[in-house]
């Protein structure tokens, strides 16, 4: 079918949904809402859809539109439920079931019919990571079955009107009710407040005297103090003493009109700067023990013969000096006497390449995008250069840019079936580095990897397996991701030709070297980007900026082709 997309953002859940559907043969287009009902009204009229789906607004669909055309509307909330902030309160009321509706569009919020509904799971974690996880995994299922629904042209959707649907409106989840109170709430509640907005809106509070929006939450189960006491620093994030206990805060973000020149999230240390003069550091080992509930980004684990050095960085972007440190772990990884190693593994984003945020906030932005590339060819080089034991990236979430290529560097990737991935560069503005020029070709050979780099369209974990840029899907909850992955890199290390496979590899490593060094696709790729990075007029600023700062513009409809570096 031609089916069009209607989002405020092409977002996460907006690409899995482009993606899995693009798998099942339809063919589909997108367009942003927030350039206006207008824009919609054109897209409309040229694609001239069967269906319209819209899998993430916040505003909606022109009354026009839904009247003339079938328009399923996907509603992160099992039916009957209602309003602008589901997952909010979903979060906040500690709600351990939960699901997603695909709702027929209608003059009443959330009221109309009911195509098709899919419950998930709500594990204690952050929202931001529940909707990439369990209830993207739900909507996609959801949207594949309204949509095939639709087309066999047989189904009645079910009215919200009858006994067997219990209506619950919720309100806009506002500060008010996000907000903290340090000397009263319990560790628990704060995670739970942090935790559900951790992404988008943050919760609003004053620390050291700034008014700022925290985002992210994580226990501490050692350090101690008076509530509201920022105690310790730790790579970038703050611990903050609750009234029983204490908690780490990845990332702040400055409130529009502070003065601050950045209002946009980044590292807590970052934004407080000099506020954490007389802060101590509180630094802990790689190899944490398992029963420790502190927050840590790189750790390393060993079980056997197999080493794991898990990293998680907020949405997945890595700054030069989160590249450092996870080339630091990864330096000690290859100390340990092991024979696989895996790289991630967690149930969120692998990796999005370089840290667009903390560019933008620099005083010298191509300075900071230039060092922070450098770092990441650093880390990237490394995995590449590993021939002594067998590498896995552990894609449990989604990866694009650099943070793909990372995982291409390993000799395996192995891939969670609900991930998306973007394996392209030029939606930014920029040539691309971390090696892709060797790597992506090594495994999807010369054509499709110009495709891929060409088109800039997500790929879901199907697409990337037929393309070779996987080689084992996970059919795995985003919980049970990292068990899996335990289970299977076990068995990696157990495979009798170990040894064979390890020499091969090694071998192959020479002869790549021989026909073209590394430092060759790495001066290249570096010159490349060093024109565009140093480059005022670069359309990476602009777009750069326009990413980080959320400010409008560009094209209304994000499929088209982007402009060549």
Request: a positive charge.
């Amino acid at each position: 079918m031609d089916i069009l997309l209607v989002a405020s953002a092409f977002n996460s859940l907006s690409q899995r949904v482009y993606a899995e559907l693009s798998d099942r043969g339809h063919r589909v287009e997108v367009v942003l809402a927030p350039h206006g009902d207008d824009a919609v009204r054109a897209a409309v009229r040229e694609t001239a859809p069967e269906l319209i789906v819209a899998p993430m607004l916040r505003t909606a669909v022109p009354e026009d539109v839904w009247r003339e055309h079938t328009c399923l509307i996907v509603h992160p909330g099992p039916p009957g439920d209602r309003g602008p902030s589901s997952l909010d309160w979903a979060v906040a009321d500690g709600a351990r079931r939960w699901g997603v509706t695909v709702l027929q569009a209608e003059a009443g919020l959330d009221a109309g019919d009911i195509w098709a509904s899919v419950p998930c799971t709500l594990p204690p974690v952050g929202k931001s990571d529940l909707y990439r996880g369990e209830v993207a995994d739900a909507a996609a299922a959801a949207v594949l079955l309204a949509v095939q629904r639709f087309a066999d042209g047989s189904f009645k959707p079910q009215p919200q009107s009858g006994p067997s649907v219990g209506v619950v409106w919720r309100d806009v989840f506002r500060q008010e009710t996000r907000r903290i109170d340090w000397r009263a709430d319990s560790t628990e509640t704060v995670l739970r407040k942090l935790r559900g907005a951790d992404s988008r809106p943050g919760v609003l509070d004053t620390l050291l005297g700034r008014e700022v929006f925290l985002h992210g939450g994580h226990p501490e189960d050692i350090l101690r103090g008076r509530p509201g006491q920022v105690l310790a620093t730790r790579n970038g994030a703050v611990c903050r003493a609750t009234r029983d206990g204490a908690v780490w805060i990845p990332e702040l973000r400055p409130r529009r009109g502070s003065g601050d020149p950045a209002p946009f999230r980044r590292p807590a240390a970052d934004v407080l700067g000099g506020l954490l003069r007389n802060v101590p550091e509180a630094s802990v080992p790689l190899d944490l023990p398992a029963e420790r509930r502190t927050w840590s980004d790189v750790r390393y684990r060993q079980r056997g013969d197999v080493g794991f050095l898990d990293f998680s960085f907020p949405g997945g972007a890595m700054s030069s000096a989160q590249c450092r440190r996870l080339l630091a772990g990864y330096r000690h990884a290859l100390t340990r006497p092991t024979s696989v190693l895996v790289l991630g593994g967690g149930r969120d984003f692998f990796s999005n390449g370089i840290h667009l945020n903390v560019i933008e906030a620099a005083s010298d932005p191509a300075g900071e995008a230039w060092t922070n590339l450098t770092a990441m060819n650093d880390l990237v080089e490394a995995v590449l250069r590993t021939t002594d034991r067998l590498v896995v990236a552990a894609l449990g979430g989604n990866a694009a840019a650099g943070g793909v290529m990372l995982a291409l560097a390993a000799d395996e990737v192995w891939c969670r079936t609900g991930a998306v991935l973007n394996p392209h560069y030029r939606r930014m503005g920029l040539y691309g580095s971390e090696f892709w020029t060797y790597s992506l070709p090594r495994r999807t050979g010369e054509e499709t990897a110009a495709r891929l780099t060409r088109q800039a369209l997500p790929v879901s974990a199907f697409s990337a397996r037929r393309a070779g840029l996987v080689d084992r899907l996970v059919p795995a909850s985003p919980g049970s991701f990292s068990h899996d992955v335990d289970r299977l890199s076990a068995a990696l290390a157990g495979v009798p030709d170990l040894r064979e496979r390890i020499a091969a590899k090694q071998a192959a490593r020479e002869r790549d070297e021989a026909r073209r060094p590394l430092a060759a696709y790495r001066r290249d790729e570096q010159a490349r980007m060093r024109r565009i990075l140093f480059d005022p007029a670069a359309p990476f600023h602009a777009l750069r900026s326009a990413f980080v700062r959320r400010t409008p513009g560009g094209s209304p409809r994000p499929l088209a082709p982007p402009r060549t570096p």
